[in-house]
């Protein structure tokens, strides 16, 4: 999409948070669900790729800020509500976190577990490259391009 200048802006990349032993989360509930509700909640979260700098988010009811810089995606099947916790990195809207939404309010606890899930997505991104066991461990912006491969399986 080009702008007045001449110049392009760079959409968003929705990613899938990737613990240490390569586990997603978002990516492992999504597959838990019902092949159709899979597709229609991964549909709603590819909306994050759209966003560019002059929209950087959904406005609400489909997204609210959290806490912070959390943010919260707000997905549905029918009448089933489910919520997606991310938070932006640059370029990256890293999917921490989701759930089937049953109270009013987001638990705590889903809170604290994306903000552990992004302390260890920073502290990994920001991470020098440092001898591990005898090799070199590669930071987690090392293998950039290997997030941005997010799809909707």
């Not at 909640?41 to 709603?44: S, V, Y």
């Not at 990994?124 to 930071?139: H, L, Q």
């Given at each position: ?10 959409a ?17 509930f ?10 229609v909640?991964?549909?709603?979260i590819?909306?994050l790729n ?20 959390l943010?919260?995606l ?6 089933q ?7 932006r990195?640059?370029r990256?809207?890293v999917?921490?976190?989701m759930f089937?939404?049953?109270?009013a ?5 889903d809170i604290d ?8 997505f920073?502290e ?16 987690l ?13």
């Open positions: 999409m080009g702008v007045s200048d001449g110049s392009t802006m760079a968003f990349h929705a990613v899938y948070y990737r613990s240490l032993d390569g586990d997603e989360p978002v990516r492992a999504l597959d838990d669900l019902d092949d159709e509700v899979h597709a909640l991964a549909q709603q590819d909306r759209l966003f560019i700098d002059t929209v950087p988010h959904l406005p609400f009811p489909h997204s609210s800020q959290v806490d912070g810089e943010r919260e707000r997905c549905h099947y029918g009448r509500l489910y919520r997606v916790l991310c938070r990195s640059d990256l809207l999917l921490l976190h089937s939404k049953r109270t309010k987001i638990p705590a606890s577990l994306a903000q552990q899930r992004w302390d260890d920073k990994r991104m920001d991470a020098p490259e440092a001898a591990t066991s005898g090799r070199a461990r590669r930071p912006n090392a293998w950039f391009a290997e997030l941005l491969t997010w799809s909707a399986r």
